[in-house]
């Protein structure tokens, strides 16, 4: 009976620890990706927002949301930095043959930073 108490008591610490250790570790992680996050990064907001960043600085990024529309963010709205897929165009034209090739147009290209950065400082 006397060691009842203290083995609840240990079931019920250990649990509670346990996911206040992975719930930091989550935290740095994100902590981790904001900090990092550099001109043309392609990043979805807390939101739900797409847009690419254009500018950052200690507090804040500026995000492209559309052609010419530039909105300012706090870093901590930054959810995570999207990856694009370019695997199912290449495995695309893999497995239908060099006609599917002919008969798209041209592929599109990514606007590189300094590209954004010249579009946006045309005015």
């Excluded at 990024?61 to 999207?82: F, P, Q």
């Excluded at 199912?88 to 008969?103: K, L, Q, R």
């Amino acid at each position: 009976m006397d060691l009842l108490f203290p083995l609840i008591l240990v079931a019920l610490l250990v649990p509670m620890f346990l996911g206040m250790r992975r719930q930091k570790k989550e935290a740095d992680k994100v902590a981790q990706m904001q900090d990092s996050l550099k001109v043309g990064d392609r990043v979805t907001t807390t939101s739900g927002l797409y847009g690419t960043v254009i500018d950052a600085d200690d507090t804040s990024v500026d995000l492209e949301i559309a052609e010419d529309v530039v909105t300012t963010w706090l870093r901590a709205a930054i959810r995570d930095v999207r990856v694009d897929d370019t695997d199912d165009e290449t495995a695309g034209d893999s497995t239908e043959g060099a006609e599917s090739t002919d008969s798209v147009d041209a592929p599109t290209a990514e606007e590189t930073p300094e590209q954004t950065e010249i579009r946006l400082t045309k005015d």
